[in-house]
């Protein structure tokens, strides 16, 4: 007996509602406008001069890349595109402002969006400071 199995119609697979799916929602290519304030400012370590190097690697699973630092508490926890220890970290403590040393760029998980580093006068020490240790000189200027 032959098989007869031919193509659908429909090139696209199935899509499977996960748990995969909760953190891939903004994972899409496109621009997004990063906000210029934030209600969670006041939750910002109070020294973020010194900061750990670009290449420290995530504190609970070594990754060497990709990861963020919380700047409520200095923890380098690596992205939701690893293991996820960043997102857990927030989930359990509340901390809710990250820097990624990919991109330099600063998220809120609790407003769910990027912040302009360069525009929030809060971020702007800390945006430099980690600008200088990855790349050994500083940003810049901000086109205003």
């Given at each position: 007996m032959a098989?007869?199995?031919?193509?659908?119609?429909?090139?696209?697979?199935?899509?499977v509602a996960d748990e995969t799916?909760?953190?891939?929602?903004?994972?899409?290519?496109?621009w997004v406008e990063a906000r210029t304030s934030c209600d969670h400012l006041n939750s910002l370590s109070s020294d973020?001069?010194?900061?750990?190097?670009?290449?420290?690697?995530?504190?609970r699973c070594q990754n060497?890349?990709?990861n963020w630092l919380c700047l409520c508490?200095?923890?380098v926890l690596c992205s939701r595109f690893v293991n996820r220890h960043m997102l857990m970290h927030h989930q359990q403590t509340g901390h809710c402002l990250a820097l990624s040393?990919?991109?330099?760029?600063?998220w809120c998980f609790c407003c769910e969006a990027y912040l302009d580093a360069q525009i929030i006068l809060q971020l702007r020490p800390?945006?430099?400071?980690?600008?200088?240790l990855k790349f050994g000189e500083a940003p810049p200027l901000p086109q205003l």
């Amino acid at each position: 007996m032959a098989n007869k199995s031919t193509p659908s119609s429909s090139s696209s697979p199935p899509v499977v509602a996960d748990e995969t799916q909760d953190w891939m929602v903004g994972a899409g290519s496109g621009w997004v406008e990063a906000r210029t304030s934030c209600d969670h400012l006041n939750s910002l370590s109070s020294d973020l001069i010194h900061l750990p190097t670009p290449d420290t690697p995530c504190s609970r699973c070594q990754n060497p890349v990709e990861n963020w630092l919380c700047l409520c508490c200095k923890e380098v926890l690596c992205s939701r595109f690893v293991n996820r220890h960043m997102l857990m970290h927030h989930q359990q403590t509340g901390h809710c402002l990250a820097l990624s040393y990919s991109d330099l760029s600063v998220w809120c998980f609790c407003c769910e969006a990027y912040l302009d580093a360069q525009i929030i006068l809060q971020l702007r020490p800390i945006h430099q400071a980690a600008y200088i240790l990855k790349f050994g000189e500083a940003p810049p200027l901000p086109q205003l």
